[in-house]
């Protein structure tokens, strides 16, 4: 699993493998939930599914493309990321868009092991991503 953030702030990320196909299942914040899913497939447009009254595939999408790219096969993101009441400050923190660039970049790494990460510095709350006992700043 991939970690990002802390507290109520704090994301994860859990990819897991069907056969050749990817699936991958966001959470976080103070209330993880289906949000949204996205399912992709190699050479053809995403099937984007928003439930109502929430935006997680607009954080889904990229995963979903970038995995079915990288590893040319059926890829699903799937999950939410929820806080209550966030406040318009709270939704517009620096640390949201910077969530999806660090897990869009998680979902493209195969390993971390002995690597630097590929993001620029402050591209995630504490400047690092945990995956198993690997710490990439």
Not at 51 to 64: F, M, S, T
Not at 69 to 78: D, E, L
Not at 89 to 100: A, H, R
Request: aromatic share 6%; net charge positive; with cysteine.
């Amino acid at each position: 699993m991939i970690t990002s953030g802390n507290g109520k702030y704090e994301v994860w990320l859990k990819p897991m493998k069907i056969g050749d196909d990817r699936i991958y299942i966001l959470g976080g914040g103070e209330k993880s939930h289906m949000g949204g899913v996205v399912i992709c497939e190699p050479n053809k447009s995403p099937n984007v599914i928003r439930l109502e009254g929430h935006y997680d595939d607009v954080v889904l999408e990229p995963i979903a493309k970038a995995a079915c790219k990288k590893y040319n096969t059926k890829v699903i993101a799937i999950g939410g990321v929820h806080i209550d009441n966030a406040s318009k400050e709270e939704i517009g923190l620096p640390f949201f868009p910077k969530m999806q660039t660090v897990v869009w970049s998680s979902a493209t790494k195969s390993s971390c092991k002995g690597r630097r990460s590929a993001l620029p510095i402050g591209s995630c709350p504490n400047n690092r991503i945990r995956k198993g006992n690997c710490r990439r700043f």
